[in-house]
């Protein structure tokens, strides 16, 4: 057997989520179907292994994930048959062949998220998929002070929501962004680290959001942490703003192919 390590870009929109699940679209599926049609079908079928899961409507820049082949086929073979059976809401940017102990889950060394936020005074019908919304003012040094407060390793129960199969809540945060694209009229926010827990970027995105209303005083990250109480965080940022950006591995660089 031969392993191919992919890297691909979904509109999660259109899926609910990256696992597999009974009688619903998923990446995971739609990966595993055209895999299998590549292999001619194989008895037992092949699985595909992905990085990490993400929700029903988040959406992926550069998601990886691997599978074994039976075959030998160039990389780039590769690349354009998988594309040429997937649907058009995924694309896979790159397909190399790796060693056969090279793991996309467990080999990851850090990962990357990026929320939008839309600030229209409506939810503009061409972004609602892509973007949360919030029409409020939002004091962008504040959210970007009280950012620095997540940097570090932490035990982050109070940003787990229920359902989290975890044995830790301890997680480290390598990077924290906030910033404006006054271009577009949102609100960027960017997290960087060794592992994010079930809705953790969006219950943190959401505390943000609070602090930058004036909902909360921007010191309040460190009590809320210590409270190791979900009740403490409270809201959770909507899945449409959410994008995998990234994931990173120890022995490539921490670079995305493109953001497309």
Same mark, same amino acid.
């Given at each position: 057997m031969y392993r191919?390590?992919? =890297? $691909?870009?979904?509109?999660?929109? !259109? $899926? /609910?989520?990256?696992?597999?699940?009974?009688?619903?679209?998923t990446v995971e599926q739609t990966l595993k179907t055209a895999v299998n049609k590549i292999a001619k079908n194989p008895d037992p079928p092949l699985h595909v292994i992905g990085s990490g899961r993400t929700d029903a409507g988040v959406h992926a820049l550069n998601q990886v994930a691997h599978f074994d082949m039976p075959y030998l086929i160039p990389d780039e073979s590769m690349r354009k048959a998988l594309n040429s059976i997937l649907p058009l809401d995924i694309l +896979?940017?790159?397909? *190399?062949? #790796?060693?056969?102990d090279f793991h996309a889950r467990y080999d990851t060394h850090s990962k990357r998220y990026r929320y939008r936020v839309d600030q229209? *005074?409506? +939810?503009?019908? $061409?972004k609602r998929l892509y973007t949360a919304h919030y029409k409020y003012p939002l004091d962008l040094a504040k959210m970007q002070r009280a950012a620095q407060d997540l940097l570090g390793e932490h035990d982050?129960? /109070?940003f787990v929501a229920s359902g989290s199969q975890a044995q830790s809540n301890v997680r480290r945060i390598d990077d924290v962004l906030v910033k404006r694209d006054e271009i577009n009229h949102e609100v960027i926010f960017e997290f960087e680290g060794n592992g994010f827990l079930y809705n953790q970027v969006r219950i943190m995105v959401a505390l943000l959001l609070e602090i930058g209303? !004036?909902? @909360?005083?921007v010191d309040d990250?460190?009590?809320? &942490?210590?409270?190791?109480?979900?009740?403490?965080? @409270?809201?959770?940022?909507?899945? =449409?703003? &959410?994008? &995998? +950006? @990234? #994931?990173?591995?120890?022995?490539s660089p921490a670079k995305n192919i493109d953001d497309c």
């Open positions: 191919y390590k992919i =890297t $691909f870009a979904y509109d999660g929109a !259109g $899926f /609910s989520g990256f696992q597999i699940q009974p009688h619903k679209r +896979v940017k790159k397909a *190399e062949r #790796v060693p056969n229209g *005074e409506f +939810v503009n019908p $061409f982050f129960t /109070s209303n !004036g909902q @909360r005083p990250i460190p009590r809320v &942490l210590a409270a190791k109480d979900r009740q403490a965080a @409270r809201m959770t940022a909507p899945a =449409t703003g &959410l994008y &995998l +950006v @990234r #994931v990173n591995y120890a022995d």
